[in-house]
T-cell receptor, first 113, second 111 residues
Framework: DSGVTQTPKHLITATGQRVTLRCSPRSGDLSVYWYQQSLDQGLQFLIQYYNGEERAKGNILERFSAQQFPDLHSELNLSSLELGDSALYFC????????????FGEGSRLTVL | ELKVEQNPLFLSMQEGKNYTIYCNYSTTSDRLYWYRQDPGKSLESLFVLLSNGAVKQEGRLMASLDTKARLSTLHITAAVHDLSATYFCAVDWNTGNQFYFGTGTSLTVIP
């Protein structure tokens, strides 16, 4: 158990809908990262927050947004969902030390029908 | 754009054999990480390599980093079935702000 908690574990929804994925980082970790893992795209970095502020952006679509709250939990919002958004979404956290080692949650599996 | 490439993508090997997985990356970075992922599961950190020439070993796995060649290797010694998983390398770009993962190597160890 990495100490990173993600909910929900599984989510099935329809095209055009909007969903919110939630992540609680390990106690003491200030950084939260979001990744998308699909069969054809591998593990794609989406976005990173540090202590409530956006620090880096990767290949995140405009239909997706995220935020990190004062209690350090983070949410990833996915809107106008398309079939291609079906994937495993991982949240990872780190203390932002010089090792940069990430600790991953169990992931949220999103299926868009 | 930073590229992180692993080879092979798929590896099937017999128990007891040795093999090496390679990770090449396209930009300068002194920090590289190896992760393991079991099917449908989360990623587990294996090694953190923080400087040129770094070598880390855990059980039958040994990782090394050559920053001048922009190359890391994950060597498997006397493979056992429990090592079957997908292995990812990741490179730290912009000093901790972004971690780019390689394509992954799916390892199957055959009894």
């Amino acid at each position: 158990d990495s100490g990173v908690t993600q909910t929900p574990k599984h989510l099935i929804t329809a095209t055009g809908q909007r969903v919110t994925l939630r992540c609680s980082p390990r106690s003491g970790d200030l950084s939260v990262y979001w990744y998308q893992q699909s069969l054809d795209q591998g593990l794609q970095f989406l976005i990173q927050y540090y202590n409530g502020e956006e620090r880096a952006k990767g290949n995140i679509l405009e239909r997706f947004s995220a935020q990190q709250f004062p209690d350090l939990h983070s949410e990833l919002n996915l809107s106008s969902l398309e079939l291609g958004d079906s994937a495993l979404y991982f949240c990872a956290s780190s203390v932002f030390s010089n090792t940069g080692e990430l600790f991953f949650g169990e992931g949220s599996r999103l299926t868009v029908l | 754009e930073l590229k992180v490439e692993q080879n092979p993508l798929f590896l099937s090997m017999q128990e007891g054999k040795n093999y090496t997985i390679y990770c090449n990356y396209s930009t300068t970075s002194d920090r590289l990480y190896w992760y393991r992922q079991d099917p449908g599961k989360s990623l587990e950190s294996l090694f953190v390599l923080l400087s040129n020439g770094a070598v880390k070993q855990e059980g039958r796995l040994m990782a090394s980093l050559d920053t001048k060649a922009r190359l890391s290797t994950l060597h498997i010694t006397a493979a056992v079935h429990d090592l079957s998983a997908t292995y990812f390398c990741a490179v730290d770009w912009n000093t901790g702000n972004q971690f780019y993962f390689g394509t992954g190597t799916s390892l199957t160890v055959i009894p």
